[in-house]
């Protein structure tokens, strides 16, 4: 499995399952992981109506939207196995997938402590009432710990990313990222992301002090993480390929 460090950010190019031995306990998990998620806003008759990887040549109603590699109970059960005593675990996911990511966590062991929502303060056109916000699953294990800032609502109004060097569909905003890092660790605490995308998760560890560890099964998004991780740390990426290797195809985190 490749690994890069950056000051006091590591990232792994390979399954996650695979580098939990190698992970110290973490004080926070904070990810958005690929779910399962339906088709259901734009169709092919009706071109036009959405873009990207929501237009009507993909975004047809036939079933999943985005390949999964594990489903909730899979995964959440392992990445309670890193986590420190009395830590905490963000997962972003959407309404339809909320009871099944509530059952999971749970299952596994651990404690709601609320539901976190992002207002992207822009609606995403949809037949069935237009979709504005997404929503994390916030839950803890061990004993409950205060936020750092107990006037932070659960509402986090922050747009979303439109345009980027990271070409990856699912980018999310590194202030959002910024915010809930900021209110559930401590300066040098432990950030973990099992499915990092581009790495926006790290990238904001890296902004507010925090130690952090990512994975990432495709090498393309890999080297863009760490390309993201070192300019943030820096103020320069070297913007060349860390990690030459075939991909598995239509399979990797959703993550941005």
């Known amino acids: 499995m490749e690994k890069q460090t950056f000051g006091n950010i590591t990232l792994y190019c390979g399954d996650f399952m695979e580098a939990l031995d190698r992970i110290p306990p973490v004080d926070l998990v904070l990810c958005d992981a690929a779910y399962r998620k339906e088709r259901g806003g734009s169709s092919n008759d009706k ?5 990207g990887k929501f237009s009507g040549a993909n975004y047809n109603n036939d079933g999943e939207m985005i390949p999964v590699l594990y489903d909730w109970a899979e995964f959440i059960g392992p990445l309670v196995s890193v986590m420190a005593e009395n830590s905490e675990i963000i997962l972003m996911t959407d309404g339809r997938n909320y009871g099944l990511c ?3 966590m749970r299952a596994a062991g651990l404690r709601f402590h609320n539901i976190l929502i992002w207002d992207k303060m822009r609606p995403t056109p949809n037949r069935n009432f237009m979709q504005r916000v997404e929503f994390a ?5 061990g004993r409950t710990r205060n936020i750092n800032d107990c006037g932070l609502s659960n509402v986090f109004c922050v747009k979303p ?4 060097y990271c070409n990856h569909p699912n980018e999310k905003p ?3 990222m ?3 890092i900021l209110a559930c660790t401590d300066v040098g605490g432990l950030v973990f992301d099992p499915m990092m995308g581009s ?10 002090n925090r130690r952090a560890v990512g ?3 495709l090498p393309e998004n890999f080297d863009m993480a760490c390309n993201r991780v070192e300019e943030a740390l820096t103020g320069k990426s070297s913007a060349l390929p860390l990690f030459a290797s075939e991909s598995k195809e239509g399979v990797g985190a959703y993550a941005g």
């Open 47 to 51: 071109p036009g109506l959405m873009s």
């Open 102 to 104: 509530d059952a999971a």
């Open 137 to 141: 699953a916030y839950y803890f294990k």
């Open 161 to 164: 990313v439109r345009e980027s």
């Open 174 to 176: 590194v202030r959002l």
């Open 178 to 180: 910024e915010d809930w």
């Open 199 to 208: 790495g926006t998760t790290l990238v904001a560890a890296a902004k507010t």
């Open 215 to 217: 994975c990432e099964l």
